[in-house]
């Protein structure tokens, strides 16, 4: 996960300026009309969000005289629209981070409703709502409602885990080697913040999507490493491998280089010669 800071946007603000261009007269009078439920809902959004409480946020289908489906079209069309009067505020979200920041790897798509705009449809514009994703983790995740703290999805503006090490790998020796990816949490942590980082690794299936990284990445440096093999042998080989895990680790503490470098230089088979089977 890539933990950062809640966007700026003013929740309020981007949902009148959402609004603005609604011709219908009813229909702006409606939404014109839930604009306080929809700055209250924000508010108490982040409160809990700071707390792991959003379990305790209230599912409403009806905001006033607002139907879930017209609060989703504030955000389908009126928001994430082309040319709609919210797409400044969605692009900035969207433009907030390069990568997905829930897998941390794959390129940003869209933006992922933490809580799910057809069941709290009245956070569908809220900024802290919305996530910079990759199709795939949006997919995952897309009907996730927690029923409980320990079940609540990791927040990537409200959660930090970033500090501690949580994510390691495992070399499975074979031809070629493969690396197997687990969450180790820190024995300081609660173990409901270590369930919520289980249930996070094994529901985006990171293991699987790491693996394939890693195996990438093996490829890429085998030619060296036999250059190193050669002239050092398994010492030089590791001394490299420490370097890059040391080097990527202080680029992402958890992410999949890391986890990789450190098991690749932790394995005496991978070390002395296992790096080279293809
Ligand atoms: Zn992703």
Known sequence: MISMDCPTLDATDVFITCISRVRDPVLKARLTAITDDVTTAST??????????LHEVVRQAIIGDVTTAEMEKVYTQRMAGKKSPGRAAYDEIFNSSAKCL???QRKVDTLDHHLPKAHYPVLAVTPANLL??????????????PATADEAALHPYFDCIENE??????????????????????GLWTQ?????????FDSLSL??????????????????????????????????????????????????????????????WFCDGGFAHE
């Open 132 to 145: 910079p994703a990759c199709a795939s983790c949006n997919k995952a995740k897309l009907a996730s409602i």
């Open 192 to 200: 409901q913040l270590a369930n919520r980082v289980e249930q996070y």
């Open 44 to 53: 108490d959004y982040v409160d809990k969000a700071r707390n792991n409480r």
């Open 207 to 268: 293991g699987d999507l790491y693996s394939a990284e890693a195996a990438e990445e093996l490829s890429s440096i085998r030619h060296q490493l036999k250059g190193i093999y050669a002239g050092e042998g398994i010492q030089g080989v590791r001394e490299e491998l420490l370097a890059r895990y040391e080097s990527a680790s202080v680029a992402r503490l958890n992410g999949w280089r890391a986890a990789t470098y450190q098991s690749f230089a932790e394995n005496d």
């Open 102 to 104: 829930l897998c941390a």
């Open 165 to 186: 090490r949580w994510l390691h790998g495992q070399v499975v020796p074979g031809i070629p080697a493969v690396v197997k990816f687990r969450v180790e949490t820190p």
